[in-house]
């Protein structure tokens, strides 16, 4: 539960995606995951490397029977603070995370950049502070998982998307039926 787990994904596509206004495949959502949340370039179609990676997908599910509701692949939604406070936000960065995500966020031995070239640009999930605050809430500090406050992860989330992502000039063609939320930051 909140971790992004591929438990299930499989039956979880085809889906309808506001951000491009139509019904896609997993293949689609694999590409969008490797354009954006990677910050890389998409993956031929019927390539080695993604079929090899929609079998993994699929042999992740298998003891899953498909219920109506996947409820778990989805962030748990937090209170949203009417307006996080960054500066807060960083002190507790120092505190729990620059030691594993370095303190100028591009990563360490230990873990990956928040922001920066290097890391997901400014059309993923990650990049809205609401999605970035529910993974933060049920996944970090990684050996403490939701020991902050809903407002804290908030801060903190604010903190970590108040720094410059590399951009994805395709961005401009997302929602085009609307339905955009409010948090994306274009
Ligand atoms: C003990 C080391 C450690 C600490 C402390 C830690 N993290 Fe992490 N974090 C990791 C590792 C390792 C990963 C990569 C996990 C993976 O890929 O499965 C990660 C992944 C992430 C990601 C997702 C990055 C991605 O590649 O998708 C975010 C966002 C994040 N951490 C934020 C934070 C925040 C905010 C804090 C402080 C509240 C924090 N982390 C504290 C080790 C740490």
Not at 29 to 56: D, F, T, W
Not at 145 to 163: C, E, L, W
Request: positive net charge; hydrophobic residues 35%.
């Amino acid at each position: 539960m909140g971790s992004g787990t591929y438990v299930g994904v499989i039956y979880a596509y085809p889906q309808y995606k506001a951000r491009i206004g139509r019904v896609i495949s997993l293949e689609e959502r694999i590409h969008e995951c490797v354009e954006r949340s990677l910050n890389g370039k998409a993956l031929p179609p019927q390539s080695a490397a993604m079929k090899a990676i929609q079998v993994y997908i699929s042999w992740l599910s298998q003891h899953v029977s498909p219920p109506a509701e996947l409820t778990w692949l989805r962030f748990p939604a937090l209170s949203l603070k009417a307006q996080p406070d960054t500066n807060h936000g960083a002190r507790l960065f120092e505190r729990s995370c620059a030691g594993c995500h370095g303190a100028d966020g591009h990563g360490t031995e230990m873990a990956p950049p928040l922001w920066g070239p290097h890391f997901f640009n400014i059309a993923s999930g990650l990049a809205r502070v609401s999605q970035a605050a529910a993974f933060i809430k049920g996944n970090m500090p990684i050996t403490q998982p939701g020991t902050f406050s809903d407002a804290d992860t908030f801060d903190i989330a604010a903190f970590v998307n108040s720094h410059p992502r590399p951009d994805y000039p395709p961005k401009m063609l997302d929602y085009p039926k609307g339905g955009k939320p409010t948090d994306v930051p274009y």
